[in-house]
């Protein structure tokens, strides 16, 4: 297996065959363990001052005929469940969406009421896309990803469209409730 997951040969031009199943197996999250390393820079990522390692979390895989084209990885607490990646390898497809989907359905039926995340404030593209489906932005960690840069320094400085990256935005969603709030 490459050390990175390759994305420029992916070609996706319908969700309708994708398959939404659980990470089971060690071959599963040594994919995983890749793509962390090749779209997160390492094995762990840092969120609120917490340390994450992909092999200790539970995850989803969007497959079509045994391929994988993303992934969505969460930790679960008693009433509460964060997502700590979210990772659609042809975008704009509704990958993302699915597995969103997935996490949100498995909650529901855990008896979980709130799902959150946290993005970074340059992440425009994750801030458009969790609120279109319903996440609100609840808490703002200012200098938060400042101080994760001490811890794991491969975090850059300046995100994808040139901003930079100091702070951390959390977002979330009530579930089972009709307002949410």
Same mark, same amino acid.
């Given at each position: 297996?490459?050390?990175?997951?390759?994305?420029?040969?992916?070609?996706?031009?319908?969700?309708?065959?994708?398959? =939404?199943?659980?990470?089971?197996?060690?071959?599963?999250? #040594?994919?995983?363990?890749?793509?962390?390393?090749?779209?997160?820079?390492?094995?762990?990522?840092?969120?609120?001052?917490?340390?994450?390692?992909?092999?200790?979390? #539970?995850?989803?895989?969007?497959?079509?005929?045994? #391929?994988?084209?993303?992934?969505?990885?969460?930790?679960?607490?008693?009433?509460?469940?964060?997502?700590?990646?979210?990772?659609?390898?042809?975008?704009?497809?509704?990958?993302?969406?699915?597995?969103?989907?997935?996490?949100?359905?498995?909650?529901?039926?855990?008896?979980?009421?709130?799902?959150?995340?946290?993005?970074?404030?340059?992440?425009?593209?994750?801030?458009?896309?969790?609120?279109?489906?319903?996440?609100?932005?609840?808490?703002?960690?200012?200098?938060?990803?400042?101080?994760?840069?001490?811890?794991?320094?491969?975090?850059?400085?300046?995100?994808?469209?040139?901003?930079?990256?100091?702070?951390?935005?959390?977002?979330?969603?009530? =579930?089972?409730?009709?307002?949410?709030?």
């Amino acid at each position: 297996m490459d050390k990175s997951v390759r994305t420029e040969n992916i070609h996706v031009t319908s969700t309708k065959n994708v398959v =939404i199943r659980w990470a089971s197996s060690p071959r599963d999250y #040594k994919w995983l363990q890749s793509l962390w390393v090749s779209r997160w820079g390492g094995e762990t990522m840092v969120s609120h001052g917490q340390f994450f390692k992909v092999t200790e979390l #539970k995850a989803f895989l969007a497959t079509d005929q045994g #391929k994988i084209f993303g992934a969505l990885t969460f930790s679960a607490n008693p009433g509460q469940s964060e997502c700590v990646s979210l990772d659609a390898l042809a975008p704009r497809m509704g990958i993302g969406t699915a597995l969103l989907n997935a996490w949100e359905s498995w909650a529901r039926h855990q008896e979980i009421e709130r799902l959150w995340l946290i993005t970074s404030n340059d992440n425009l593209n994750a801030l458009r896309f969790y609120q279109k489906r319903g996440f609100r932005l609840c808490r703002f960690y200012p200098g938060a990803v400042d101080a994760a840069r001490l811890q794991k320094p491969e975090i850059p400085l300046l995100g994808e469209t040139g901003i930079p990256i100091h702070d951390e935005i959390e977002l979330e969603k009530w =579930i089972g409730t009709e307002s949410g709030y």
